[in-house]
């Protein structure tokens, strides 16, 4: 499975920017994470296959929506009213279909190359 993802950029506080992530093969439950320069990775959204189910990080609750096309083989993720702590290498995720706990990065099989996200204030 390869992911690709796309849509990063550099935008103001308060902007937004939708992210998109392409997959090549089989994929299950898809999440975003980002890292910050100097900090650890962390998650930020993740969607069940079906779409039904979807997952946010506290800090992103209520601004991002993650969302997937089964049919064009890609996940989405919407980011609204960004501010200047947002700003990292947003990296896509799925699964091989084995255990998976949203939040938990080693949970996920397969990750995209990043696409950067700077958030000016």
């Known amino acids: 499975v390869q992911l690709q993802a796309s849509g990063g950029g550099l935008v103001q506080a308060g902007d937004s920017l939708r992210l998109s992530c392409a997959a090549s093969?089989?994929?299950?439950?898809m999440g975003w994470f980002r890292q910050a320069p100097g900090k650890e990775r962390e998650f930020v959204a993740a969607?069940?296959?079906?779409?039904?189910?979807?997952y946010y990080a506290n800090s992103v609750k209520g601004r991002f929506t993650i969302s997937r096309d089964n049919a064009k083989n890609a996940v989405h993720l919407q980011m609204n009213s960004l501010k200047p702590e947002d700003t990292a290498v947003y990296y896509c995720?799925?699964?091989?279909?084995?255990?998976?706990?949203?939040?938990?990065?080693?949970?996920?099989?397969?990750w995209g190359q990043g696409t950067l996200v700077t958030v000016s204030s």
């Open positions: 995720a799925t699964d091989a279909g084995g255990s998976w706990i949203y939040s938990v990065g080693a949970t996920y099989d397969y």
């Open positions: 093969g089989r994929t299950f439950s």
């Open positions: 969607i069940t296959w079906s779409g039904l189910n979807t």
